[in-house]
RNA sequence: GGGCGGUUAGCUCAGUUGGUUAGAGCGCCUGCCUUACAAGCAGGAUGUCGGGGGUUCGAGUCCCUCACUGCCCACCA
């Protein structure tokens, strides 16, 4: 190695940051750096308080998107925000196994192989899955290790783990004994496409124009007469079993009871002879729709089904699991059902008895999953009895054990709560926790927690186990406790079922996630956890209450990302935002630290490139920020002047000069605000708050004034260098804590640079994550020079402003003149700063108001630049009138206000002193506004 | 058919229990390569707070109403 190779490689190890911010450079290295050495591990410290939450599991089939991105930020600066606050933060990772996404997906792998899920047999495509989940089912996870999301991967699960597993079946097992889960034949909602049940959230809506068929039933009596029914469905006639209409529909009263002949049912049913069904009278008949008359098909149909059972219908059912017909012996065997629908149509036709066909507008139930359109279908399906789990649900928000936030989601929960139905957790899929039923020959039910060998009804032997899974909502709906163990000691014979983890994390804290999942998990979550774990008593042996048996104290509902144009993202629209390519090209620090400034609640995010290249700016001004102190740092090495970095807190409290007081001041102000912020989830209050003090505050003022007091020449007063450099590393070490969980990697980058150049050389620890967030406290607070610093910044916004004005060349120093107490003895005292910072080159304290040529006259006092250049008149004149018009306009309205007298007989003294204090100064400048103009007048 | 949001600067959004003359970022205009940063610095312009009505001393903020817009829920052939 080169000598100076060999420099810059101590250089890099001391202080000296890359000239340019480039964030790929530091931010995979930090990323890997916190996974290998478990710097997110959940410390042991049973003394401090527990911060848990849980990540909402991504599927094992995904690739991260910017929903994602999003709640992690948010749940990444609240993890990283408790744990410096010395709580014991833990955030648990995992993955969900997904059970139809997962197995589409392998599915259409082996269909591109030329085989097929049936073809391979479900123990040969379960291995198939297992391949799949281990070679990339990491993806995901990897992805968000990339983000920096500060989980505790040694606790990472997978919904299909054994232990999981076990306590699925547990749960299973329990409801059954409780009664809360049935088997039986209903109506469920059947993805042909899938081929099998799913649960009605899985179901979506979709208006669509289709069509209402007007079928003529005839008497069986041979009259002649017939009924004329209206169905949209024309296909499933072939399932009828009546013909229902009102039992107040005065047309029709005479029909009821009478039989009709179902058409086209005699040869195409094979049957010998017409088949006959009733008219029967049932209020679900609206006389106001179609005919009034409506077909009854239970099997096709839940309402139909609902009338067949109050009418002891039978249960015909004309369509296989692919929806196609399947009618041995009929024309239509073996169509699919739309292709079915033209047929019978054409036919009806073709019959006579098709007298209209009208268009319509009608919803049809779409599969989320397949996109199918859902095919109502009986069959025998699993079920949960939820009322009683949904009561427990409803107390738990209702009594305040679960706080939402933003408030409103709790009426959404409440409404969905209180129109519960029961919960169909069968499914007919392969991929999943098989359900822990066994059949006999005789079809008796044995439910186990381990495979049974013989029947629990008729003791014999030769069992089949159910085919079905489980909903994977199931398992996921039972995380918050078996994430820690649950059932725990009580399935091996131990005491009461608790756990250590249970004792030390459950209930978890927080819940963060998107309303899009509110009834899919949060809510199942919320029943299975207040029913499960209510049984679970105290680590002490006391009896747990509803309080302690929810799964979480609150819950944080988060906005949706769309796309720039407010588009929802979807790969159909191709709008989708690859939250990786954003990161490369903005780095990820900057992608979150926009993500969370747009985080205002109850507004979804229209995710902008632009917005995030504005704080790729920032990161790269803190960077250089970083760069400018580093090179003070090293010019005081030369100059032997040092900080002693023992002394980093204790700097927090004091300082020597103005701007030091001041902007430690505002630091601890900045600190309070985030907090604040943080507290009521309001990321973007947080954001703007970090982001204002940095920039505004910091870089634009305190640097820029600091850089008089850092002197390092010969003739330097050391101890005011020295001063001034340990306020300006105290600051900046603080403002990097501050600003960790919003931008971890840079300040980490940062803080690590900022230590190695200290006395020690090295960082206090692993990670500027691992350490106390600032607080108010923990800062100097002087209102005082605040205040003063406030005037001073207030005479040099006025000089550059007035500079500008009378077009003073940018780096011409003149003089200026000042009038009016306190600002004109604090801009004597700080000429110096003036100089810098206004390029005043001096200060002269005026006798008297100042108006005329390069003067500006604010409330508290009147500046002027002395220049000799001509002002332009006109523009002048311009800017007074304009001034005049709006003193005017605020004078007459204060004025107003103040000859009111229910005003002033009402109004709060504050408001009313405020207010009389405002119009004085208005009046003041009013006055001084219509002098100048006059003057300029001539 | 029910329910819930949103409408504030050209754009994206803040705006605490009603309280003094409504803010930020981006963009725009003008001038600056001032040795941390041109991914920067300084200065500047910009609003009938969706329309209408009401309550109040006082309304962007509360109430009513209309319009537009987004979302959720719903078994209607």
Same mark, same amino acid.
């Given at each position: 190695?080169?000598?100076?190779?060999?420099?810059?490689?101590?250089?890099?190890?001391?202080?000296?940051?890359?000239?340019?911010? /480039?964030?790929?450079?530091?931010?995979?290295?930090?990323?890997?750096?916190?996974?290998?050495?478990?710097?997110?591990?959940?410390?042991?410290?049973?003394?401090?308080?527990?911060?848990?939450?849980?990540?909402?599991? =991504? %599927?094992?089939?995904?690739?991260?998107?910017? #929903?994602?991105?999003?709640?992690?930020?948010?749940?990444?600066?609240?993890?990283?925000?408790?744990?410096?606050?010395?709580?014991?933060?833990?955030?648990?990772?995992?993955?969900?196994?997904?059970?139809?996404?997962?197995?589409?997906?392998?599915?259409?792998? *082996?269909?591109?192989?030329?085989?097929?899920?049936?073809?391979?047999?479900?123990?040969?495509?379960?291995? !198939?899955?297992?391949?799949?989940?281990?070679?990339?089912? #990491?993806?995901?996870?990897?992805?968000?290790?990339?983000?920096?999301?500060?989980?505790?991967?040694?606790?990472?699960?997978?919904?299909?783990?054994?232990?999981?597993?076990?306590?699925?079946?547990?749960?299973?097992?329990? *409801?059954?004994?409780? #009664?809360?889960?049935?088997?039986?034949?209903?109506?469920?909602?059947?993805?042909?496409?899938?081929?099998?049940?799913?649960?009605?959230?899985?179901?979506?809506?979709?208006?669509?124009?289709?069509?209402?068929?007007?079928?003529?039933?005839?008497?069986?009596?041979?009259?002649?007469?017939?009924?004329?029914?209206?169905?949209?469905?024309?296909?499933?006639?072939?399932?009828?079993?009546?013909?229902?209409?009102?039992?107040?529909?005065?047309?029709?009263?005479?029909?009821?009871?009478?039989?009709?002949?179902?058409?086209?049912?005699?040869?195409?049913?094979?049957?010998?002879?017409?088949?006959?069904?009733?008219?029967?009278?049932?209020?679900?008949?609206?006389?106001?729709?179609?005919?009034?008359?409506?077909?009854?098909? =239970?099997?096709?149909?839940?309402?139909?089904?609902?009338?067949?059972?109050?009418?002891?219908?039978?249960?015909?059912?004309?369509?296989?699991?692919?929806?196609?017909?399947?009618?041995?012996?009929?024309?239509? /065997?073996?169509?699919?059902?739309?292709?079915?629908?033209?047929?019978?149509?054409?036919?009806?036709?073709?019959?006579?008895?098709?007298?209209?066909?009208?268009?319509?507008?009608?919803?049809?139930?779409?599969?989320?999953?397949?996109?199918?359109?859902?095919?109502?279908?009986?069959? @025998?399906?699993?079920?949960?009895?939820?009322?009683?789990?949904?009561?427990?649900?409803?107390?738990?928000?209702?009594?305040?054990?679960?706080?939402?936030?933003?408030?409103?989601?709790?009426?959404?929960?409440?409404?969905?709560?209180?129109?519960?139905?029961?919960?169909?957790?069968?499914?007919?899929?392969?991929?999943?926790?098989?359900?822990?039923?066994?059949?006999?020959?005789?079809?008796?039910?044995?439910?186990?927690?381990?495979? =049974?060998?013989?029947?629990?009804?008729?003791?014999?032997?030769?069992?089949?186990?159910?085919?079905?899974?489980?909903?994977?909502?199931?398992?996921?709906? &039972?995380?918050?406790?078996?994430?820690?163990?649950?059932?725990?000691?009580?399935?091996?014979?131990?005491?009461?079922?608790?756990?250590?983890?249970?004792?030390?994390?459950?209930?978890?804290?927080?819940?963060?996630?998107?309303?899009?999942?509110?009834?899919?998990?949060?809510?199942?979550?919320?029943?299975?956890?207040?029913?499960?774990?209510?049984?679970?008593?105290?680590?002490?042996?006391?009896?747990?209450?509803?309080?302690?048996?929810?799964?979480? !104290?609150?819950?944080?509902?988060?906005?949706?990302?769309?796309?720039?144009?407010?588009?929802?993202?979807?790969?159909?629209?191709? %709008?989708?935002?690859?939250?990786?390519?954003?990161?490369?090209?903005?780095?990820?620090?900057?992608?979150?630290?926009?993500?969370?400034?747009?985080?205002?609640?109850?507004?979804?995010?229209?995710?902008?490139?632009?917005?995030?290249?504005?704080?790729?700016?920032?990161?790269?001004?803190?960077?250089?920020?970083?760069?400018?102190?580093?090179?003070?740092?090293?010019?005081? !090495?030369?100059?032997?002047?040092?900080?002693?970095?023992?002394?980093?807190?204790?700097?927090?409290?004091?300082?020597?000069? &103005?701007?030091?007081?001041?902007?430690?001041?505002?630091?601890?102000?900045?600190?309070?605000?985030?907090?604040?912020?943080?507290?009521?989830?309001?990321?973007?209050?947080?954001?703007?708050?970090?982001?204002?003090?940095? +920039?505004?505050?910091?870089?634009?003022?305190?640097?820029? $004034?600091?850089?008089?007091?850092?002197?390092?020449? =010969?003739?330097?007063?050391?101890?005011?260098?020295?001063?001034?450099?340990?306020?300006?590393?105290?600051?900046?070490?603080?403002?990097?804590?501050?600003?960790?969980?919003?931008?971890?990697?840079?300040?980490?980058?940062? +803080?690590?640079?900022?230590?190695?150049?200290?006395?020690?050389?090295?960082?206090?620890?692993?990670?500027?994550?691992?350490?106390?967030?600032?607080?108010?406290?923990?800062?100097?607070? @002087?209102?005082?020079?605040?205040?003063?610093?406030?005037?001073?910044?207030?005479?040099?916004?006025?000089?550059? #402003?007035? !500079?500008?004005?009378?077009?003073?060349?940018?780096?011409?120093?003149?003089?200026?003149?000042?009038?009016?107490?306190?600002?004109?003895?604090?801009?004597?005292?700080?000429?110096? $700063?003036?100089?810098?910072?206004?390029?005043?080159?001096? $200060?002269?304290?005026?006798?008297?108001?100042?108006?005329?040529?390069?003067?500006?006259?604010?409330?508290?006092?009147?500046?002027?630049?002395?220049?000799?250049?001509?002002? /332009?008149?006109?523009?002048?004149?311009?800017? *007074?009138?304009?001034? &005049?018009?709006?003193?005017?306009?605020?004078?007459?309205?204060? %004025?107003?206000?103040?000859?009111?007298?229910?005003?002033?007989?009402?109004?709060?003294?504050?408001?009313?002193?405020?207010?009389?204090?405002?119009?004085?100064?208005?009046?003041?400048?009013?006055?001084?506004?219509?002098?100048?103009?006059?003057?300029?007048?001539?």
């Amino acid at each position: 190695m080169s000598e100076s190779a060999m420099q810059d490689q101590q250089r890099q190890q001391t202080s000296e940051l890359a000239k340019a911010y /480039d964030p790929s450079a530091i931010e995979e290295k930090w990323a890997a750096y916190w996974v290998k050495e478990g710097v997110f591990d959940t410390p042991e410290a049973r003394d401090a308080k527990a911060f848990v939450m849980l990540l909402p599991p =991504p %599927n094992v089939t995904g690739r991260l998107h910017m #929903g994602h991105m999003f709640e992690q930020t948010e749940m990444d600066i609240l993890t990283r925000w408790h744990r410096m606050r010395g709580e014991r933060a833990l955030w648990v990772p995992g993955t969900d196994h997904a059970g139809i996404a997962t197995q589409m997906m392998v599915e259409k792998a *082996l269909v591109a192989e030329g085989t097929g899920r049936k073809e391979v047999g479900r123990e040969r495509f379960l291995e !198939r899955v297992w391949d799949w989940k281990k070679q990339y089912g #990491g993806a995901i996870t990897d992805q968000m290790r990339r983000l920096g999301a500060s989980v505790d991967w040694s606790r990472e699960y997978f919904t299909m783990d054994e232990d999981l597993s076990v306590a699925v079946n547990e749960a299973f097992v329990r *409801l059954w004994e409780q #009664g809360l889960i049935y088997r039986g034949a209903y109506i469920v909602n059947w993805d042909p496409t899938i081929q099998t049940a799913v649960s009605d959230l899985e179901v979506e809506s979709e208006e669509r124009v289709g069509k209402l068929y007007y079928i003529r039933y005839p008497l069986a009596d041979l009259s002649g007469e017939y009924i004329t029914i209206a169905t949209t469905r024309p296909e499933t006639m072939l399932a009828d079993e009546a013909v229902a209409v009102n039992p107040e529909d005065e047309r029709y009263k005479h029909l009821i009871g009478k039989m009709v002949i179902l058409p086209l049912s005699a040869p195409q049913l094979g049957v010998e002879g017409n088949r006959e069904i009733e008219i029967i009278a049932d209020d679900w008949a609206r006389p106001e729709f179609g005919t009034g008359a409506v077909k009854v098909t =239970p099997a096709h149909d839940p309402n139909d089904f609902a009338i067949g059972k109050r009418h002891n219908l039978g249960q015909r059912s004309i369509f296989d699991e692919r929806a196609h017909i399947a009618l041995p012996h009929s024309p239509y /065997d073996g169509l699919e059902r739309f292709e079915a629908r033209e047929r019978i149509v054409r036919d009806l036709d073709a019959a006579g008895v098709l007298e209209a066909v009208k268009d319509h507008a009608m919803t049809v139930p779409v599969s989320q999953r397949s996109g199918s359109v859902i095919e109502p279908r009986l069959s @025998d399906q699993w079920f949960v009895k939820i009322q009683p789990l949904a009561d427990k649900a409803i107390a738990a928000v209702k009594d305040g054990h679960i706080r939402f936030t933003p408030e409103m989601y709790e009426k959404t929960y409440f409404e969905w709560m209180g129109n519960i139905h029961d919960w169909c957790i069968s499914r007919q899929l392969w991929w999943g926790h098989r359900i822990p039923a066994w059949y006999c020959e005789a079809q008796h039910i044995t439910i186990a927690r381990k495979t =049974p060998t013989v029947c629990a009804t008729c003791g014999k032997t030769g069992l089949v186990q159910e085919t079905d899974v489980l909903d994977t909502w199931f398992s996921s709906g &039972l995380l918050p406790f078996t994430v820690f163990g649950w059932p725990g000691e009580q399935e091996r014979g131990g005491s009461n079922g608790s756990t250590k983890d249970m004792a030390d994390f459950y209930p978890t804290d927080l819940l963060v996630t998107g309303f899009d999942i509110l009834f899919f998990w949060v809510a199942r979550m919320i029943m299975l956890g207040t029913h499960f774990m209510l049984d679970v008593p105290h680590a002490d042996g006391t009896a747990r209450a509803l309080k302690d048996a929810v799964p979480f !104290r609150e819950v944080y509902i988060h906005a949706l990302v769309r796309d720039a144009d407010r588009q929802k993202m979807s790969k159909t629209k191709g %709008n989708v935002i690859d939250p990786i390519s954003i990161i490369e090209r903005f780095g990820t620090d900057a992608v979150r630290f926009t993500l969370a400034s747009m985080a205002s609640p109850g507004t979804d995010i229209a995710f902008s490139e632009e917005r995030t290249d504005g704080y790729r700016a920032f990161a790269n001004k803190i960077w250089n920020a970083a760069r400018f102190l580093f090179m003070n740092i090293d010019r005081g !090495r030369e100059a032997g002047i040092a900080v002693d970095f023992c002394e980093l807190a204790s700097a927090l409290k004091s300082a020597e000069t &103005l701007e030091g007081k001041w902007i430690l001041t505002r630091l601890g102000a900045a600190c309070a605000a985030v907090e604040k912020a943080l507290e009521a989830y309001r990321f973007d209050e947080a954001a703007s708050a970090v982001y204002q003090f940095f +920039w505004g505050e910091l870089c634009d003022w305190y640097l820029e $004034v600091v850089k008089l007091r850092l002197e390092f020449g =010969p003739n330097a007063d050391k101890a005011e260098t020295t001063a001034a450099l340990t306020t300006l590393v105290t600051v900046f070490e603080a403002a990097l804590r501050l600003l960790s969980p919003f931008m971890p990697f840079i300040t980490e980058e940062i +803080w690590h640079a900022l230590w190695a150049s200290s006395d020690a050389g090295v960082a206090p620890g692993k990670s500027v994550a691992l350490t106390r967030f600032p607080m108010a406290s923990d800062c100097l607070k @002087d209102e005082a020079s605040a205040v003063t610093m406030e005037s001073l910044q207030e005479v040099i916004v006025a000089v550059r #402003g007035l !500079r500008k004005e009378i077009s003073v060349p940018e780096k011409e120093a003149v003089p200026m003149r000042i009038f009016g107490e306190p600002a004109a003895e604090i801009a004597s005292v700080h000429a110096r $700063v003036l100089a810098k910072m206004a390029r005043v080159s001096a $200060v002269e304290i005026a006798g008297g108001a100042l108006s005329g040529s390069g003067a500006r006259s604010t409330a508290g006092f009147d500046v002027q630049v002395v220049y000799e250049r001509v002002i /332009d008149v006109a523009a002048e004149r311009e800017r *007074l009138t304009k001034d &005049l018009a709006k003193f005017e306009k605020g004078l007459t309205a204060a %004025n107003r206000q103040l000859g009111n007298e229910a005003f002033m007989g009402k109004a709060p003294a504050h408001i009313v002193d405020g207010l009389r204090k405002q119009a004085a100064e208005t009046q003041m400048l009013f006055e001084k506004a219509t002098a100048a103009l006059a003057e300029l007048n001539g």
